[in-house]
């Protein structure tokens, strides 16, 4: 079962585009998180959002998390080569067991100079 | 960055051998886990520990098994090594509370031939 839906799955864009990536659920999480992923090494967290609407910036990064605490989006501005990988979304879980996170599948970023 | 290492990075292995991963951590983290990554499928939660000797499946613990006999090391040993079990390993480590990053080693590359 696939708690975290990430979208798109593929984007291809060129240097100086602005882009949203969504993370979207029907679960209720504590916490969400984005991680960077490039090839060859593991993924690298960015940002961890923990109150519902809460917005978080990292420089041309914008990281929103949703009201009801089920949902995210990552925009970036001005998009730059060294933007390019794979971003995953991560919800984390209350209760049971605690600091389980869930992941999406990713959001496989490629941007053309 | 978080002191975690995995061994070996890279194997090749045979179908029907038993293989062991190694997952080392210096931080003290109470949990553990261990993802496989495929494309098409994200990152996928094999096995997790939440303490020395406590551990508990993921989604896709079907031909592994793990064990954690000291807070610094989480084994994950393939019984007997399948073709689709080839694929990149990832460790990861997180502490508790609400917000709780994780941390993820570098990975380990199995082929299954």
């Known amino acids: 079962t696939q708690l975290l839906e990430q979208s798109p799955q593929f984007l291809s864009i060129q240097e100086g585009e602005n882009l949203t990536v969504y993370c979207n659920s029907s679960s209720v999480f504590s916490s969400l998180q984005w991680y960077r992923q490039e090839p060859g090494e593991g993924p690298v967290l960015l940002v961890t959002?923990?109150?519902?609407?809460e917005v978080k910036k990292l420089k041309r990064l914008t990281f929103q998390f949703g009201d009801a605490r089920k949902d995210s989006s990552l925009h970036i501005t001005a998009a730059q080569p060294g933007d390019t990988g794979l971003y995953l979304c991560a919800g984390a879980r209350w209760g049971g067991s605690q600091g389980n996170l869930i992941f999406g599948k990713g959001t496989k970023l490629s941007v053309k100079p | 960055d978080a002191g975690i290492t995995q061994s070996p990075r890279h194997k090749v292995t045979e179908t029907g051998t038993p293989v062991t991963l190694r997952c080392h951590q210096t931080e003290n983290h109470r949990y553990m886990y261990w993802y496989r990554q495929d494309p098409g499928h994200g990152l996928r939660l094999i096995h997790y520990?939440?303490?020395?000797?406590?551990?508990d499946k993921g989604e896709v613990s079907d031909g592994y098994s793990v064990s954690r006999s000291k807070t610094e090391d989480f084994l994950l040993t393939l019984e007997s090594a399948t073709s689709s079990q080839t694929s990149v390993y990832f460790c990861a480590i997180s502490g508790t509370g609400v917000g709780t990053e994780a941390f993820f080693g570098q990975g380990t590359r199995l082929t299954v031939v």
């Open positions: 520990s939440y303490g020395v000797k406590d551990t």
């Open positions: 959002v923990v109150t519902g609407g």
